[in-house]
T-cell receptor, first 116, second 114 residues
C-alpha cells in the first residue's frame, strides 16, 4: 500500500531551468495539495485540487503551475526556477465530503529542491 | 475560510516535564482538527485528530489534545516529555464545506533537555 508517492526526492536546478514534481496517490482520494516548507514558515499551500479537473491557488502560487492529470496524479511545475524556490515540497491527499472528510491527510516523503 | 494560529515557534522542556503546545483555530463552520509531527528530514505523521466525536482525543506516543469550542483551541499535551519527542509539531484545520482545504499553522519546534 504505497499511499502518496512523490518523485524525485532530491533535485538541484540552475536558475531559469524548469522541472516538474510528480505526485501520485493510490487511496482514491478526491483532494490533493502541494505545500512548500521553509524554516520558520511552516507549511504553505501552493496549489490544491479539490477534485479531478479542478485546481485552485493557495497562499503562494506565484512561479508555479499545476496539473491534475487524473484522480491519482497531481503535478507541480516550475517553469523558470529561482533561488527563492529552494525549499522542501510536500504533496498530500485527503478524501473530501462527509464522512470521508474526517480522515487525515496523507503526505508524501517530500522533495528537497535546491535552486542555484 | 479557516485558519490556525500556533503562538511561539520554539518550546523547550526538560525530560519528564509536561509538554504543552498551543493551537487556536478560526472557522465559520464546525472544524476538523489535526496535530502532525515531523521528525528531522522526514515527512509529516499524524499524531491525533478531532472529528466531532469525543472532545478529548488521545493519539500516538502518549499525546492527547482537547477540543474547546468556547476557546477555539486544540492544545496538545503530554504528561512527561521524552527525548524522542524532539521534533516539529503542526496543528491543522479543515472542514467539509464546498471550498474546504487543509490549512496548517506555522509549526512549533519542541526541544527536550536531558
Amino acid at each position: 500500500n504505497a499511499g502518496v508517492t512523490q518523485t524525485p526526492k532530491f533535485q538541484v536546478l540552475k536558475t531559469g531551468q524548469s522541472m516538474t514534481l510528480q505526485c501520485a496517490q493510490d487511496m482514491n482520494h478526491n483532494s490533493m495539495y502541494w505545500y512548500r516548507q521553509d524554516p520558520g514558515m511552516g507549511l504553505r499551500l501552493i496549489y490544491y485540487s479539490a477534485s479531478e479537473g479542478t485546481t485552485d491557488k493557495g497562499e503562494v502560487p506565484n512561479g508555479y503551475n499545476v496539473s491534475r492529470l487524473n484522480k491519482r496524479e497531481f503535478s507541480l511545475r516550475l517553469e523558470s526556477a529561482a533561488p527563492s524556490q529552494t525549499s522542501v515540497y510536500f504533496c498530500a491527499s485527503t478524501p473530501r465530503g462527509r464522512p470521508e472528510g474526517r480522515t487525515e491527510a496523507f503526505f508524501g516523503q517530500g522533495t528537497r529542491l535546491t535552486v542555484v | 475560510a479557516q485558519s490556525v494560529t500556533q503562538l511561539g515557534s520554539h518550546v523547550s522542556v526538560s525530560e519528564g516535564a509536561l509538554v504543552l503546545l498551543r493551537c487556536n483555530y478560526s472557522s465559520s463552520v464546525p472544524p476538523y482538527l489535526f496535530w502532525y509531527v515531523q521528525y528531522p528530514n522526514q515527512g509529516l505523521q499524524l499524531l491525533l485528530k478531532y472529528t466531532s466525536a469525543a472532545t478529548l482525543v488521545k493519539g500516538i506516543n502518549g499525546f492527547e489534545a482537547e477540543f474547546k469550542k468556547s476557546e477555539t483551541s486544540f492544545h496538545l499535551t503530554k504528561p512527561s516529555a521524552h527525548m524522542s519527542d524532539a521534533a516539529e509539531y503542526f496543528c491543522a484545520v479543515t472542514t467539509t464545506g464546498a471550498n474546504s482545504k487543509l490549512t496548517f499553522g506555522k509549526g512549533i519546534t519542541l526541544s527536550v533537555r536531558p
